[in-house]
């Protein structure tokens, strides 16, 4: 299972040339915590590139309005590019986990760019072809996996990742000694597609074997060895 982007953001991939050119094609656009970026459904077209801040993306399921998310998204991913280059809707819905900075681009300009410049738009194949794979992961791990094990496995994914998501144990000042998921219950059943009530189940088994602690918009991981047994569906 995996939720996160690339190892390496699209921006970050550019070089010093590029990232500056793609830059010039767009302005700056700030969104407040739990706005949404990008809507399912919509026929915009523009792109997306992440500077600050991080947003989940999710599509809507058939369970009464309940979203499944897809991925978390961080500085320097390119959001939105399947509208820009097929003009079909939108196919998920991004939305600002925190307040969220990025760099806006034309759909029409994001196409003449990827057109003179065939490495970048090498990079953004990579990135599709990494995503669609993801994709099919997640899909293996909801047909053939119980909640408890997808749970376990998304949280041992967000404690191992880059500190600096939205996942990030650290708070000012501090250096925490376990790491730490920062995600409210609702969310982290959003991310293995589950019902909340499912999902807190899950956590009570893991409190019980005192694997995890929780508290608001928080799951702190006290045991990871026995966690990433749990994900490969060793049960205790």
Aim: charged share 20%; net charge positive; aromatic share 2%.
């Amino acid at each position: 299972m995996g939720l996160l982007g690339d190892e390496v953001g699209f921006a970050r991939a550019l070089t010093a040339q590029e990232h500056e050119s793609v830059m010039a094609l767009g302005g700056h656009r700030t969104y407040a915590a739990d706005a949404h970026l990008l809507t399912e459904g919509d026929r915009t077209s523009h792109v997306m590139i992440v500077l600050r801040g991080w947003v989940t993306v999710s599509v809507s399921t058939d369970r009464g309005g309940t979203r499944l998310i897809l991925g978390l998204r961080g500085p320097g991913e390119l959001l939105g590019e399947m509208a820009a280059l097929d003009s079909h809707p939108r196919s998920a819905t991004v939305r600002a986990l925190g307040p969220v900075e990025v760099q806006v681009i034309s759909g029409d300009a994001f196409r003449r760019f990827l057109a003179l410049h065939p490495r970048v738009s090498g990079l953004v194949i990579r990135q599709l072809t990494f995503r669609l794979r993801s994709s099919d992961q997640e899909r293996s791990a909801l047909a053939s996996l119980t909640v408890l094990q997808r749970l376990a496995a998304r949280l041992n994914e967000l404690s191992r990742a880059n500190p600096t998501g939205p996942y990030a144990p650290a708070l000012p000042g501090t250096r925490p000694t376990r790491a730490v998921v920062r995600l409210a219950q609702d969310e982290l059943a959003a991310t293995v597609g589950a019902t909340r009530e499912a999902v807190a189940k899950a956590l009570r088994l893991l409190r019980d074997q005192e694997v995890v602690r929780t508290g608001n918009r928080m799951v702190e991981i006290l045991d990871p060895a026995l966690l990433a047994l749990l994900a490969d569906g060793h049960q205790e």
